[in-house]
């Protein structure tokens, strides 16, 4: 995230959260930042937050931020699998690849038919418990079309059909391409 900040918006950009930052937050967030290291969810829903929020276009910000991690933190061994994998050996394996970035909530993939998926997160709701909406409305969906992407789908759509954040029991994702 800091260098999605840095690089698309300036060190400001970054400044600019950290200022907005609770001490606790803030301490965590100045910090050594490993890619891959864990980061309690509600610091980061809450930075995620601050970056985007003056964002008018905040999902579309989110997508691009999401497509961002997905481009850089699967790393390169994982995109030779990728590459020689396929959109299906992505799918199947959401669910590993979620626990990857949380520590709370499943991501359950389905096969439905030829090149059609349903994905389905089952997470709780609050900014201290799982990742908020910006993650499960814009944020899952880009990540998954850019994974798609770097196994070699075209013109890949994930569509979020069912949100835990509006009123729905899961967030649900009808994945096609």
């Known amino acids: 995230m800091r260098s ?24 965590v967030l100045s910090g050594v930042l490993l890619a891959g290291g864990w980061v ?4 980061v829903n809450r930075a995620v937050t601050a970056l985007l929020g ?3 276009a905040r999902d579309e910000e989110m997508r ?7 481009d850089n933190d699967l790393g390169t061994v994982y995109k030779m699998a ?17 626990s990857r970035y949380f520590d709370s ?4 993939p389905k096969e439905i038919g030829p090149r059609h998926w349903r994905l389905t997160l089952d997470s709780p709701v609050g900014d201290d418990l799982a990742p ?25 759509s994930v569509r979020h059909t069912e949100c835990r954040y509006a009123n729905g029991a899961t967030c649900n994702y009808v994945v096609t391409w």
Request: a positive charge.
């Open 132 to 156: 908020n909406q910006l993650f499960c409305g814009p944020g899952c969906p880009a990540w998954i079309e850019m994974g798609l992407k770097l196994a070699g789908a075209t013109n890949a």
């Open 82 to 98: 990728l590459r020689f994998g396929s959109p299906e050996f992505l799918l199947g394996r959401t669910g590993s690849l979620w």
């Open 40 to 43: 309690p969810i509600g610091i």
């Open 64 to 70: 691009k931020l999401s497509a961002f991690i997905a």
């Open 105 to 108: 909530g499943t991501l359950t």
């Open 54 to 56: 003056e964002h008018r």
């Open 4 to 27: 999605y900040a840095v690089q698309s918006y300036g060190e400001r950009a970054w400044n600019g959260v950290l200022e907005r930052a609770s001490r606790e937050d803030r301490e």
